[in-house]
């Protein structure tokens, strides 16, 4: 037996997701991130989002809700989950994992993909011909690296959460690799959705596995509509740059 469901979200919109878009729309080479990745925080949106994710959480059933969380230490992660449970009225105390951090980009964290091509050409040539799944960036990781680490996770969370519903709060590619996992998502498949459907700030996916052994199954995935039902701004922030 082992974890009976895996509740995923995504932090709230962040200090460099807005930072990288600014990049983006300015054509830029370069981010200006406002800290190292590790320390970067929500923004006023995100605050706002993971405010309505408590209130969304306050409202399932008791077989709904989480019985611990899992963290990833970066500061808008723990935000997203500190907000939330505080708004939710949950009294769970977070856990926090350095292996749910955001994936790391080595040479070419802060930038942007126009600038990876003309400062990197060589690295930007190589990812084209490896893949996102593989290629592996001087003094970062691939997708595949970013998958072994949660493999490991989730032989902890077998272990230490037998029976019980687990809410990890991350990012978009530990999200996106958590199905990958869990599913045995093939590769052409896994690159075909998170193209077409990227994971949004602070949305629920869930996975499912009642008996607690075995393939998961996705219920929820990408889940906003509590964001819209609050007023509250839907955000979408893939690619590079920090804060992701």
Not at 125 to 149: H, I, M, N, Q
Not at 181 to 196: D, F, Q, Y
């Amino acid at each position: 037996m082992g974890a009976v469901e895996l509740i995923l979200v995504r932090h709230g919109e962040s200090e460099g997701n807005v930072a990288a878009a600014k990049a983006d729309r300015a054509r830029a080479d370069r981010v200006l991130v406002p800290a190292r990745d590790a320390d970067v925080v929500l923004s006023a949106t995100g605050r706002e989002q993971a405010a309505a994710l408590g209130r969304h959480i306050a409202t399932w059933s008791a077989d709904e809700l989480p019985e611990s969380v899992w963290v990833s230490p970066y500061a808008r992660a723990c935000q997203t989950a500190d907000i939330a449970l505080e708004t939710a009225g949950l009294d769970l105390e977070p856990r926090w994992d350095e292996r749910l951090r955001d994936r790391e980009l080595g040479i070419l964290d802060a930038l942007t993909g126009r600038g990876v091509r003309r400062l990197h050409p060589d690295e930007a040539d190589r990812r084209r011909w490896v893949g996102k799944l593989y290629y592996r960036p001087p003094g970062g990781e691939s997708w595949a690296d970013v998958a072994l680490r949660l493999r490991s996770v989730l032989a902890d969370l077998d272990r230490e959460e037998d029976g019980r519903r687990v809410l990890l709060v991350t990012h978009d590619a530990v999200i996106t690799l958590f199905r990958y996992v869990c599913e045995r998502i093939e590769e052409e498949t896994l690159l075909e959705g998170a193209r077409g459907n990227p994971i949004r700030n602070c949305s629920v996916t869930r996975l499912v596995r009642p008996s607690g052994a075995g393939r998961w199954t996705a219920a929820v995935v990408n889940e906003v509509g509590f964001l819209e039902r609050s007023d509250a701004p839907v955000t979408e922030h893939p690619g590079q740059g920090r804060g992701r």
